[in-house]
Every structure is written in C-alpha cells, then in structure tokens.
C-alpha cells in the first residue's frame, strides 16, 4: 500500500498528481488526513482523504505492508507533515522495510532533517537546500537515488509522480501512463 498524506496547506498539484497518475498504474494508493479527514491545501482546495491518522496507524500496528510513503510539499503543509507522530512513524516503517520515500517540494527538508538523505543525491524547492543534511544537490526537477525520490516544485509533479511508478512497477509502466495523458 502507498500512503500518501495531506496536511493542511500542502500543495495540491503535488499531492493529486501523484494519487491520480499512480492509480492510472494500478498502484493501491490511500490518501492519509493529517488532523482530519478534510484538509484544505495551500491554495483554498478542500480534500477529503481517504483514511484518517487513526486508520492509518491502525495499519500500521497490524503488521500491513507499506510500499512506499508520499510527501507533498506547500506551505504550511510541510511543517504540519514534519510535525506529525503518524507521518514520522511511517516514514521510520518505509525506512526500516525498504519501502520507497518520495518528497517533493519543501518536504524532502523532512527527510534532510532525519539524515536520510545524507550521501543521497536529492533536490527541493529552491532555498531549502540546508535542509537536506549531507545530501548532494542537484540541479533538475526530480531526482531518484535508491529508493528515495525528491521533485523540486509543483512543475515537477509528473515527472515526479512517473519516477515514483517506475520505482514501483518499471519503465513500462511509467510509460504506459505517460503516453495515456500524453506528456512530454
């Protein structure tokens, strides 16, 4: 299962790019609401998730498999996720399974922050770069080191949400889906 979770102030286009692109794949996605059900993103879109914090964790503390964890950015949509017991426990989960972690935005700062990508090649929103503790920069709109994804900015949410598929699935399937919405 992909866990992709909300806070109030996330970015919209990076969170509804993926879900919308990784279900077209056939990828079992849930949409987690950080404090409630319903969030509201950066620019006004109200969002009912999927699942709660309690369901998700309920997940969780049943032994179920989490496949990867999505990080929308925005603000303050960033600092609610980062703040957030359930989202640290997820991300801890993913690391300690190998599951993939993808960050776009400001919300690879997250991953900076706990060390993870130290060594890793990453990229965000211009002017986060300190946040991302030991990892190396790069200039480009996604970058996928491993099993950690980081996309730069709300234009980079379709490559991004296609470098997550191909994470998953293969290059096949990534393409199948880019040619299914026709992007470049």
Same mark, same amino acid.
């Given at each position: 299962?992909?866990?992709?979770?909300?806070?109030?102030?996330?970015?919209?286009?990076?969170?509804?790019?993926?879900?919308?692109?990784?279900?077209?794949?056939?990828?079992?996605?849930? #949409?987690?609401?950080?404090?409630?059900? *319903?969030?509201?993103?950066?620019?006004?879109?109200?969002?009912?998730?999927?699942?709660?914090?309690?369901?998700?964790?309920? *997940?969780?503390?049943?032994?179920?498999? #989490?496949?990867?964890?999505?990080?929308?950015?925005?603000?303050?949509? *960033?600092?609610?996720?980062?703040?957030?017991? #359930?989202?640290?426990?997820?991300?801890?989960?993913?690391?300690?399974?190998?599951?993939?972690?993808?960050?776009?935005?400001?919300?690879?700062?997250?991953?900076?922050?706990?060390?993870?990508?130290?060594?890793?090649?990453?990229?965000?929103?211009? %002017?986060?770069?300190?946040?991302?503790?030991?990892?190396? #920069?790069?200039?480009? %709109?996604?970058?996928?080191?491993?099993?950690?994804?980081?996309?730069?900015?709300?234009?980079?949410?379709?490559?991004?949400?296609?470098?997550?598929?191909?994470?998953?699935?293969?290059?096949?399937?990534?393409?199948?889906?880019?040619?299914?919405?026709?992007?470049?």
């Amino acid at each position: 299962m992909v866990y992709l979770f909300l806070a109030e102030g996330f970015e919209e286009v990076e969170a509804l790019t993926p879900v919308d692109l990784l279900r077209r794949a056939g990828i079992e996605l849930v #949409t987690v609401g950080v404090g409630s059900r *319903t969030v509201k993103g950066a620019h006004g879109i109200s969002v009912c998730a999927d699942i709660s914090e309690d369901e998700a964790l309920d *997940t969780l503390n049943k032994g179920e498999s #989490t496949d990867a964890v999505i990080l929308p950015g925005g603000m303050p949509g *960033t600092l609610n996720l980062e703040a957030s017991e #359930t989202v640290s426990r997820f991300i801890e989960n993913a690391q300690k399974n190998g599951a993939v972690i993808a960050a776009i935005c400001a919300a690879p700062s997250i991953l900076g922050k706990r060390g993870l990508l130290r060594g890793k090649r990453a990229v965000c929103y211009p %002017g986060f770069e300190d946040a991302l503790e030991g990892a190396e #920069t790069v200039d480009c %709109g996604v970058v996928r080191d491993g099993r950690y994804i980081c996309g730069r900015a709300a234009g980079s949410a379709l490559p991004f949400a296609l470098e997550i598929i191909k994470a998953m699935k293969g290059e096949e399937a990534a393409e199948a889906v880019r040619r299914s919405v026709i992007a470049p």
